[in-house]
């Protein structure tokens, strides 16, 4: 099995083949670092200092000191308290579903974007984890914004608004724990040069106090010149709740992380919850409104001694800071490994000798720096929020996601979570996001898509796991029980095709036509190994499915791969009809190639998807399900030389015709695509220089007459589909209809206006053609009643060569031609006669699809 950090497939747009020196595929970031110290582990941090310390000190971080009573003054109490239970039981529900993923495996490096790109696959994965980082990288611009708004307060040039210019060293007031009450005069620069004072008072516990602090008073924000509301002031109130990663994005250096990451984000959110509620009640109940909302940095006024507060803050601000931009490291040098975003990211992959990616720190230090140009705290406070919700519902939806789909090998040891808490938890994210800010809200959700597309249309392909397979897989599983075949209905009908292919380096363009022919159908290529599993070791079979799969995305077409071992090529035939598919997703129709003596080509060595060392393209260091291209070539044998043995046999191949009549399967051969061009993927032929020819009579058997059989009706409905495709939309499509002009009964004419009729009511626009066929019609022997139906007669060699020609004559400019298939004789002695006449029906005909149908498809009713 290959490593959780497999480097994806580097193609598209940035695409980068980078050496794995810089982004290897190691586990760990200690082994991308120099060999001189191969043995040095990283992972040393243990629950105390590698998570609830981080935890805590981001949740505090700046708010704690600056925007308690920010909070408090325009929310009030009532307010503030229902924000900071709001708030908290987000991120409980976040919590929930950051137990269940840690403790369902092993964390590298990364943290969340880990846990999401792990989940949810790397599109999804990077694109949260790079705005993951973004938030990060606001966060520590937004700290350091706090510890210079701070430092400004303390040593600022506006000495009024100071502490009366000096810093006391000793406490005022008497000896108790407590400070007397205090009254303050506060300025401010109102417009231009005005001087605003504001009276303030620290009043001690009061009742007086706390009844009025109750309610809220939002009022104008001096900091913005901005009138505050419930929205913003959440909003800056949320940042302090963003630090609960903080301990999962050092994931990489924890020595035991589904350990540590529960408990110790546990026990850290629930200290920084008690501290923040008491420390709520205590300012409500001890300062008035003014002081709270004029001056953010109040508690240096109120402490006993204030350089405490400024200790504080400094200590908050630069370990949330630094807190902010290792994880956010951690998260760039976890993206860089992975190879997503291509060249921009790739120096972030570098480490230093003890595994210290100093690059990605380098680019989070730059962002950082540009975040400062903000100016104010409360500016950016926002969008780090919108930022971090959008993560945490990442987060949540990863847990919903692994829980829906009901894996067997999710068992995460942490239980105290359900799709309920997930489910809520994301609801309650994207309605916070709107409330605090809609515009911030939508670009962020915007950018996300943008880097969805982006990573989608570089297409990464990675062992990581991919929990859409598994929900797809839950939930094709639930519809499949839903498709009743008992419900089925003519008008309903597609194809579903069961194509047999034996070499595919011969049949790669009859497999490009048959993906146009399916019409949004089952399409399965099949193929039968020669064996007995009686005289084998193991099953051969199985280790050919990833060569098969490789083959269809190289050629890019949407089908299935069934193999099967069986002692004979019919045999494996007739178990592929009856195995293929599930429910009401079966097999209708089974497409051949033609029994020729052809000499095939070779279809490898003229696309150049097959050949892309010829041209320099190398493949080195993509992730290719273990089949790169030299092994899929040398996997499907050279095509088969004149003189090579056939594996089939004329009998055979008309057997396995009959069988599938017998089991009402739909037949069609398929002769000379080899020659048909423009149905590869990257092909841009819309059909409009393309002519669909369709001869619904069965032309060995000129006494019929009825062009509204089965047979006929399925072969319009086939090339009406054929029609329908992108490459053959706006082709022209001819009908022709073959009538005995010199014949004494002239009911052709009244035939041909009853055809007409009927393409109206199928709705199928065509030109139809009229051709005589007199000519044709007399080298056809009388039918002699001695022959049974068993021994049907031979067909004379003037009548096929007659027939041919007419074909020829009309449809040798078409890029197709349908024609009507034979029922195959009963008998196996008459195989190779009946394949003989159909060689010389079609020889040099170009692209043929010889049809027989045995199940009604039309249908004109509504």
């Given amino acids: ?74 929310a009030g109490l009532l307010q503030g308290l229902l924000m900071v239970i709001v708030a908290y039981t987000i991120i409980s529900l976040t919590i929930l579903s950051i137990c269940a993923i840690s403790t369902n495996g092993a964390i590298q490096g990364g943290g969340a974007y880990y846990m999401i790109s792990r989940s949810l696959g790397p599109e999804f994965g990077g694109s949260i984890g790079l705005m993951f980082f973004l938030a990060k990288v606001f966060a520590c611009g937004e700290y350091v914004l706090g510890l210079v708004e701070a430092i400004l307060d303390v040593f600022g040039s506006d000495a009024e608004s100071s502490l009366s210019g000096r810093v006391p060293v000793l406490p005022q007031g008497y000896c108790s724990v407590a400070v007397k009450p205090h009254d303050f005069v506060i300025t401010r620069k109102g417009s231009g040069n005005q001087t605003l004072r504001y009276n303030a008072s620290y ?96 508690f240096q006024r109120i402490n006993i001694w204030p350089p405490f507060v400024t200790i504080g803050i400094y200590c908050a601000s630069l370990s949330a800071a630094m807190c902010a931009m290792i994880g956010a490291s951690r998260i760039l040098h976890a993206l860089a490994l992975d190879q997503l975003f291509g060249l921009p990211l790739a120096p972030a992959a570098i480490t230093s000798s003890s595994g210290n990616p100093w690059v990605a720190v380098l680019y989070t230090w730059g962002l950082a720096q540009c975040v400062v140009f903000a100016g104010q705290l409360n500016a950016v406070a926002s969008l780090v929020t919108v930022f971090y919700l959008l993560a945490f519902a990442a987060v949540d939806l990863a847990c919903l996601a692994l829980e829906w789909a009901s894996a067997p090998n999710f068992r995460p040891t942490f239980q105290l979570f359900s799709w309920h808490t997930c489910l809520l938890g994301i609801l309650s994210c994207l309605v916070m996001m709107f409330v605090i800010n809609p515009v911030y809200s939508s670009g962020s959700i915007v950018l996300l898509l943008l880097l969805l597309l982006f990573l989608h249309y570089r297409s990464p392909t990675s062992s990581w796991g991919y929990i859409s397979q598994a929900l797809i897989f839950h939930q094709v599983r639930k519809y499949l029980l839903m498709l009743d075949v008992r419900k089925d209905h003519v008008k309903f009908w597609r194809p579903q095709v069961l194509l047999m292919v034996a070499n595919p380096r011969s049949s790669c363009q009859l497999i490009l036509f048959v993906n146009q022919l399916k019409k949004g159908g089952l399409y399965v290529l099949g193929h039968v190994q020669l064996g007995d599993l009686d005289t084998l070791p193991s099953d051969p ?73 010829s041209i320099g393209q190398s493949n080195e260091g993509e992730y290719n399900f273990g089949v790169d291209l030299p092994s899929l070539q040398a996997h499907f044998p050279p095509v088969r030389h004149v003189e090579s043995p056939r594996w089939l046999s004329p009998e ?30 990257d092909s841009k032929v819309d059909g409009s220089e393309r002519t669909i020819d369709v001869w619904p009579l069965n032309l060995l058997q000129p006494g019929s007459r009825d062009y509204e059989d089965v047979c006929s009706l399925f072969l319009l409905q086939m090339a009406c589909v054929l029609n329908m495709s992108s490459k053959w939309r706006h082709a022209r499509m001819r009908i022709f209809l073959n009538v005995e002009t010199e014949s004494s009964d002239q009911g052709w004419v009244v035939n041909e206006e009853t055809f007409r009729e009927l393409l109206r009511k199928l709705r199928i626009r065509a030109a139809i053609k009229i051709v005589p066929w007199d000519s044709v019609v007399q080298h056809h022997a009388q039918p002699d009643r001695e022959h049974s139906a068993e021994q049907p007669q031979a067909l004379s060699e003037g009548f096929l060569s007659a027939v041919n020609c007419m074909l020829v004559e009309n449809s040798s400019q078409a890029a197709v031609r349908f024609l009507y298939l034979p029922r195959p004789p009963a008998h196996h002695s008459q195989a190779q006669q009946y394949v003989a006449q159909l060689e010389a029906v079609t020889s040099g005909l170009g692209p043929t699809l010889l049809i027989h149908g045995v199940t009604p498809v039309t249908y004109t009713d509504l």
């Fill in 652 to 681: 055979e191949y008309v057997g396995i015709i009959s069988d599938a009549i017998k089991m009402n399967k739909n037949v069609c051969l398929g002769r000379y695509f080899f020659q048909l061009e423009g149905e590869g993927k």
């Fill in 1 to 74: 099995m290959s490593s959780e950090r497999t480097p994806l497939i580097t193609s598209g747009v940035c695409g980068l083949s980078v050496t794995a020196a810089a982004c290897g595929a190691a586990p760990d970031p200690a082994t991308e670092s120099s060999s001189e110290n191969p043995s040095k582990d990283p992972r040393k941090l243990n629950t105390f200092f590698g998570v609830m310390v981080p935890t805590i000190l981001s949740m505090f971080s700046i708010v704690l000191f600056l925007r308690t009573g920010f909070v408090v003054g325009h």
């Fill in 541 to 613: 079979v199985q280790q050919q499915y990833n060569f098969w799969l490789s083959l269809v995305d190289k050629l890019g077409v949407k089908a299935f791969v069934d193999l099967t071992l069986s002692p004979s090529v019919r045999q494996g035939t007739q178990h592929l009809l009856r195995i293929t598919g599930l429910g009401g997703m079966k097999p209708n129709t089974l497409i051949l190639g033609f029994y020729d003596s052809c000499t095939p080509e070779d279809f490898f060595l003229q696309d150049t998807a097959f050949c892309d060392s």
């Fill in 203 to 298: 009043t001690g516990f009061s009742a007086t106090t706390l009844r009025n602090n109750l309610g809220s008073g939002y009022s104008l924000d001096y900091s913005t010149n901005t009138v505050m509301s419930f929205a913003t002031v959440f909003a800056i109130m949320f940042t302090s709740c963003t630090g609960i990663m903080a301990g999962a994005n050092m994931s990489g250096e924890l020595k035991t992380p589904s350990v540590s990451i529960p408990k110790g984000t546990i026990v850290a959110v629930f200290y920084t919850f008690t501290v923040y509620v008491l420390l709520f009640l205590l300012v409500s109940a001890t300062c008035d409104r003014t002081l709270l909302i004029q001056d953010y940095g109040f």
